[in-house]
């Protein structure tokens, strides 16, 4: 039988925060001290660093972040991490896939739209929606089944289920990904000689 292997969606197999710099830096550009946005500079999970003319210019920060994250523009220029794609392929011969992704109600729908047309290979989506906010982490999916593997770039989500292993995505340093003593992958590459 195969083993379950649950992945999260933003920011492990797709590069969320490129796509985001993108609708922020078409957005502001014309604003007065304007600097591109550089997703490879990301590090706060608000984007205060680099997209700071949100928090400048919008009454409520977090909500447009949201609605970026909601847009269709968002969807339309996502992209995979390096080798996410196919090394995906290769990994549904030995492992049941599985994405837990956390959601808003705006965006909910369009990323299991996007997840369809464009990950086929996805055996199941589980998709949590707080409409607090806060959030219990990934705690409502338990991962309890044998030998079930969890991927995440945020150690809070990986933290609060109980998966037999566990790895942290670390694409780049962030000041959220610190909290963290277990197993790390890097790239997909990574997951690939560490999963087949
Ligand atoms: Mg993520």
Not at 32 to 54: G, M, Q, R
Not at 60 to 75: A, L, M, N, R, V
Not at 85 to 106: G, H, N, Q, R, W
């Amino acid at each position: 039988m195969k083993k379950d292997l649950y992945l999260d969606f933003d920011s492990t197999i797709v590069n969320s925060d490129k796509s985001f710099c993108r609708i922020y830096n078409t957005h502001y550009k014309d604003y007065e001290n304007f600097v591109p946005a550089d997703w490879t500079k990301h590090s706060n999970w608000a984007y205060k660093n680099i997209c700071p003319l949100i928090h400048e210019h919008e009454e409520h920060p977090i909500k447009t972040i949201q609605d970026y994250y909601g847009s269709k523009e968002f969807f339309d220029h996502l992209e995979f991490y390096d080798h996410a794609y196919d090394v995906l392929s290769k990994l549904k011969e030995k492992y049941k896939l599985i994405i837990c992704t956390s959601a808003f109600p705006m965006n909910a729908s369009k990323k299991v739209l996007w997840i369809e047309e464009h990950i086929p290979q996805v055996d199941e989506i589980i998709i949590l929606i707080d409409k607090s906010g806060n959030g219990y982490g990934k705690a409502r999916v338990a991962m309890m089944e044998d030998d079930a593997i969890f991927i995440d770039d945020h150690p809070k989500n990986l933290h609060s289920t109980n998966a037999s292993r566990k790895y942290l995505f670390k694409f780049k340093e962030t000041d959220y990904n610190g909290d963290w003593d277990g197993e790390i992958v890097s790239s997909w590459k990574e997951i690939e000689s560490l999963l087949l």
